[in-house]
Nanobody
Framework: QVQLVESGGGLVQPGGSLRLSCAASGIIFSFFILGWYRQAPGKKRELVATITSGGNPNYADSVKGRFTISRDNAKTMVSLQMNSLKPEDTAVYYC?????????WGQGTQVTVSS
């Protein structure tokens, strides 16, 4: 079965950390560009970070220096380490896998940053 399943969301105070994970199945994982996107209430889904098949990361300006994306091809997992979280990071976070015209999305995991 082809799917992406996220985990690791939750409630955290400003300045805190969370680690999101996404487990993939049913795809040739190492070939795919992997990414994390987020969507806050009333806003469009936006890119957070991507990582190429070769392991090169790319980040939105709003998360540079705070978030780190990584991939483990052996475990078919992609992770997002989020540090120094801010209230404006509150959103549903989605895992994404893309290869040419093929694109997969996870179901999303809620991240809430609030005191």
């Amino acid at each position: 079965q082809v799917q992406l399943v996220e985990s690791g969301g939750g409630l955290v105070q400003p300045g805190g950390s969370l680690r999101l994970s996404c487990a993939a199945s049913g795809i040739i994982f190492s070939f795919f560009i992997l990414g994390w996107y987020r969507q806050a209430p009333g806003k469009k889904r936006e890119l957070v970070a991507t990582i190429t098949s070769g392991g090169n990361p790319n980040y939105a300006d709003s998360v540079k220096g705070r978030f780190t994306i990584s991939r483990d091809n052996a475990k078919t997992m992609v992770s997002l380490q989020m540090n120094s979280l801010k209230p404006e990071d509150t959103a549903v976070y989605y895992c994404n896998a893309k290869l040419g015209p093929s694109e997969l999305w996870g179901q999303g995991t809620q991240v809430t940053v609030s005191s």
